[in-house]
T-cell receptor, first 111, second 117 residues
């Protein structure tokens, strides 16, 4: 079945460091791909999305490119801030409109 | 933008009681809503798909008699945890599909934290 695999955390970085969180997926067809962020004690917020191969989603300095050939959707940010500390979920939307989430990656950014 | 609300945001109840959680789409009509469960420091697991005017579709392993879902209107779905036990303590999150948007427009509620004593 469809699934999402993302790198285990926690990831600890210093402020202004470069961030990469790897995400790969398995799916039939061509799913839409998402990154969601969950700040402590809060619900999910959509961070960015891409709906077809080679699309690049971007928001708040974060980027991810839909790579069909490697079935990947890695999240990157050039310079993280303390306020970026949160849990990041990679997800795909199946043809049946169900969202499949990865396990989540916790990011800690130190000042 | 589209907003989905949940009520209550947190609830504490005694073992054996039932708890109802509401999920509302505030500025669009949602023919489909989804209920997820999230254990501490874990990912979200889809529990069921709620379609307005019809029975909910439950994922494998989810007890339909335990988690009653009612989608009585285009803006409201409810999840009732019946005869709650401590192992039902979790973070419950709903989402709503906006049919007016693109096919992948889905909005998540802020979640409801349930603690069963």
């Amino acid at each position: 079945g469809d699934s999402v695999t993302q790198m285990e955390g926690p990831v600890t970085l210093s402020e202004e460091a470069f961030l990469t969180i790897n995400c790969t997926y398995t799916a039939t067809g061509y799913p839409s791909l998402f990154w969601y962020v969950q700040y402590p004690g809060e619900g999910l917020q959509l961070l960015l999305k891409a709906t077809k191969a080679d699309d690049k989603g971007s928001n708040k300095g974060f980027e991810a490119t839909y790579r069909k050939e490697t079935t990947s959707f890695h999240l990157e940010k050039g310079s993280v801030q303390v306020s970026d500390s949160a849990v990041y979920f990679c997800a795909l939307l199946t043809g049946g409109f169900k969202t499949i989430f990865g396990a989540g990656t916790r990011l800690f950014v130190k000042a | 933008g589209a907003v989905v609300s949940q009520h209550p945001s947190w609830v504490i109840c005694k073992s054996g009681t039932s708890v109802k959680i509401e999920c509302r789409s505030l500025d669009f009509q949602a023919t489909t809503m989804f209920w997820y469960r999230q254990f501490p420091k874990q990912s979200l697991m889809l529990m069921a798909t709620s379609n307005e005017g019809s029975k909910a579709t439950y994922e494998q392993g989810v007890e339909k008699d335990k988690f009653l879902i009612n989608h009585a209107s285009l803006t409201l779905s409810t999840l009732t945890v019946t005869s709650a036990h401590p192992e039902d303590s979790s973070f419950y999150i709903c989402s709503a599909r906006n049919p007016q948007g693109t096919t992948d427009t889905q909005y998540f509620g802020p979640g409801t934290r349930l603690t069963v004593l």
